[in-house]
């Protein structure tokens, strides 16, 4: 166990509904990034946040937005759902950033919510 | 990041040491190799890192060529436990960590009884 926290676990949506994903990172973590992982493939990078700010993204369009609140904990919001966002969604916490520490490379997931977009 | 190259598959007996290289040829000065795991319904789990020297922690021993282009992860004495995937990742230090972990498709390990 990482002591991250996702939910829910399960969700059923319909194409273009709106969806908000949470999580509780580790205690003492600053640091969340989120993760698209489609049907055997690797987890894909959405974005990260970083003391409530954005700090990168990856090639994820816009209607992908998050939230990082000041106890650290995170949303994923996405808007006009396709039938490709379908996945499993992971957030993973982490310590620091760059400059000295290495620790956000060490990484701790959370069993992901797997959603499903008919 | 550089990028890495794995095997799709892999099989090993319980009880035997599991083997799974990593091609690196790209990597840099800077830049750390990284393994995770990721077992069926799970999200990935952090097993070790490595620059140049080899590491050994309660999960597994890293061994990284003298010239860094490849590297090798050993679990010791695997078991049934220890099927999953294993993700082969190259980072650095620099940049923040804006761009996230770089998965690829890793090697699927199956432990076999």
């Known amino acids: 166990e990482t002591g991250v926290t996702q939910s829910p676990t399960h969700l059923i949506k319909t194409r273009g509904q709106q969806v908000t994903l949470r999580c509780s990172s580790q205690s003492g973590h600053n640091t969340v990034s989120w993760y698209q992982q489609a049907l055997g493939q690797g987890p894909q990078f959405i974005f990260q946040y970083y003391r409530e700010e954005e700090n990168g993204r990856g090639n994820f369009p816009p209607r992908f937005s998050g939230l990082q609140f000041p106890n650290y904990s995170s949303e994923l919001n996405v808007n006009a759902l396709e039938l490709d966002d379908s996945a499993l969604y992971l957030c993973?916490?982490?310590?620091?950033?760059?400059?000295?520490?290495?620790?956000?490379?060490?990484?701790?997931f959370g069993p992901g919510t797997r959603l499903t977009v008919l | 990041d550089a990028k890495t190259t794995q095997p799709p598959s892999m099989d090993c007996a319980e009880g035997r040491a599991a083997n799974l290289p990593c091609n690196h040829s790209?990597?840099?000065?800077?830049?750390?190799v990284y393994w995770y795991r990721q077992i069926h319904s799970q999200g990935p789990q952090y097993i070790i890192h490595g620059l140049k020297n080899n590491e050994t922690n309660e999960m597994a021993s890293l061994i990284i060529t003298e010239d860094r282009k490849s590297s090798t992860l050993i679990l010791p004495h695997a078991t049934l436990r220890d099927t999953a995937v294993y993700y082969c990742?190259?980072?650095?230090?620099?940049?923040?960590?804006?761009?996230?972990?770089?998965f690829g498709k890793g090697t699927h390990l199956i432990i076999q009884p």
């Open positions: 990742i190259v980072r650095g230090n620099s940049g923040g960590g804006a761009d996230g972990l770089t």
């Open positions: 790209t990597i840099s000065g800077n830049e750390y």
């Open positions: 993973a916490s982490s310590s620091g950033l760059a400059g000295g520490t290495l620790s956000y490379n060490e990484q701790f």
